[in-house]
């Protein structure tokens, strides 16, 4: 007797029949459009998004401690931790746009009128130096005969450096816009960062597996190293250096402070700004504050530097500094002013990641175990005939 239960059909809901490749491929071809879309909208604020993300991942500790001061009301402790970061990084370079021309004016009457005195005559004991003492003595005079010649310089340039001045002008003011969009929407991801968090974690998981976790954690020790680390030290020593030059009645402060920032991502880079500084304030029969201008420096790059610095960048394993230098400058390139902070972050955090997935990967460690061939067999014939005698 011929059974009269009949085979359920495939379906993916009752009385809804399966779907067919055309539409499947219709339902693909809409959601990457919409994907698109929503890439195309938000595109013009991506930098601005990056550095946003990576103030927030790096100062989250400090907002949870905010916001236990508060008594938990998140939205207060948001709106208190973007004025905090608004005043550490909008304000100093809102402060560097306001003066900009004047410093660098200040800068470039300074030059002008220490070229058009000239360098002082050379001490007398300076021909008394075996050797090479007779011929600085000859190289100092000639240069200070050479006056006019150095001004004639100097003024063949002055307009090349007010072309540069006003793009810098340009690119400062839509950076300071960036910083400022990127803090409104630092504030709605401190508001409202766990729940996203909860749900990139779960994508993250879903794409990375088990892994996951150990690498989130490699990549904010590292975003935090670095932005402490280096944009962090950077900053304060701009700052601080700037401050000791206007104590110091050093021409354009704030334009040198600035270059001391950008010169601190190289290991003696700010010693380009402030010891010039301390050389134009001997010159200006100021040798007290040229001798504070040395002690400034060697204070303030001797803590931060050789102190803060190696401290902070410790957690971030062994990045090499030549990337660091790469990201400042390349994410300038890609990002414009934002890019500072960017760059280096994003190949710092990187570099970890790629470090940590070789380190774990069972070839490399296979590798690592095989002998070299080149050391286990001698290599000339000298060799050779020592080791079978």
């Given at each position: 007797m011929p059974s009269t239960e009949s085979t359920p059909e495939s379906t993916i809901g009752p009385g809804k029949p399966n779907p067919t490749l055309i539409e499947v491929t219709l339902g693909l071809l809409a959601l990457l459009l919409l994907v698109a879309g929503c890439i195309f909208v938000l595109l013009p604020f991506l930098s601005a998004s990056i550095l946003a993300i990576v103030l927030c991942f790096s100062t989250w500790p400090w907002f949870v401690a905010l916001l236990n001061l508060m008594n938990r009301r998140k939205t207060l402790a948001a709106l208190a931790m973007t004025l905090l970061l608004a005043a550490i990084i909008l304000a100093p370079f809102a402060f560097?746009?306001?003066?900009?021309?004047?410093?660098?004016?200040?800068?470039?009457?300074?030059?002008?009128?220490?070229?058009?005195?000239?360098?002082?005559?050379?001490?007398?004991?300076?021909?008394?130096?075996?050797?090479?003492?007779p011929r600085a003595r000859d190289y100092w005079i000639n240069l200070s005969a050479d006056v006019s010649s150095q001004?004639?310089?100097?003024?063949?340039?002055?307009?090349?450096?007010?072309?540069?001045?006003?793009?810098?002008?340009?690119?400062?003011?839509?950076?300071?816009?960036?910083?400022?969009?990127?803090?409104?929407?630092?504030?709605?991801?401190?508001?409202?960062?766990?729940?996203?968090?909860?749900?990139?974690?779960?994508?993250?998981?879903?794409?990375?597996?088990?892994?996951?976790?150990r690498l989130i954690d490699i990549a904010a020790l590292t975003v935090r190293s670095v932005v402490y680390?280096?944009?962090?030290?950077?900053l304060i020593q701009g700052v601080l250096f700037g401050l000791g030059f206007w104590i110091a009645g050093v021409p354009g402060p704030t334009v040198l402070g600035f270059a001391t920032f950008i010169l601190s991502f190289i290991p003696i880079g700010p010693l380009l700004i402030w010891i010039p500084a301390a050389i134009w304030l001997f010159r200006q029969s100021s040798p007290h504050w040229g001798i504070f201008i040395l002690c400034w420096g060697l204070l303030v790059g001797g803590l931060l530097e050789h102190a803060l610095r190696p401290i902070l960048m410790a957690r971030?394993?062994?990045?090499?500094?030549?990337?660091?230098?790469?990201?400042?400058?390349?994410?300038?390139?890609?990002?414009?002013?934002?890019?500072?902070?960017?760059?280096?972050?994003?190949?710092?955090?990187?570099?970890?990641?790629?470090?940590?997935?070789?380190?774990?990967d069972p070839i490399v460690k296979a590798v690592e175990h095989v002998p070299d061939h080149l050391d286990a067999q001698p290599r000339t014939m000298v060799e050779r005939e020592q080791r079978s005698s």
């Open positions: 560097l746009g306001a003066h900009l021309v004047d410093n660098v004016k200040a800068v470039m009457e300074a030059t002008h009128r220490a070229l058009i005195g000239g360098p002082p005559q050379p001490p007398e004991w300076l021909a008394n130096i075996p050797i090479i003492g001004a004639a310089a100097l003024q063949s340039v002055i307009g090349t450096l007010a072309k540069l001045v006003l793009k810098f002008g340009a690119i400062l003011g839509r950076g300071l816009f960036e910083t400022a969009l990127a803090l409104l929407i630092c504030f709605f991801l401190y508001r409202d960062g766990d729940a996203a968090a909860k749900r990139l974690t779960v994508i993250a998981f879903r794409i990375g597996g088990p892994r996951t976790d680390g280096f944009i962090g030290t950077s971030t394993g062994s990045t090499p500094l030549i990337l660091i230098l790469l990201g400042v400058f390349g994410g300038a390139l890609a990002f414009g002013f934002v890019g500072f902070f960017i760059g280096p972050t994003l190949l710092a955090v990187g570099y970890s990641l790629l470090q940590d997935w070789g380190d774990d």
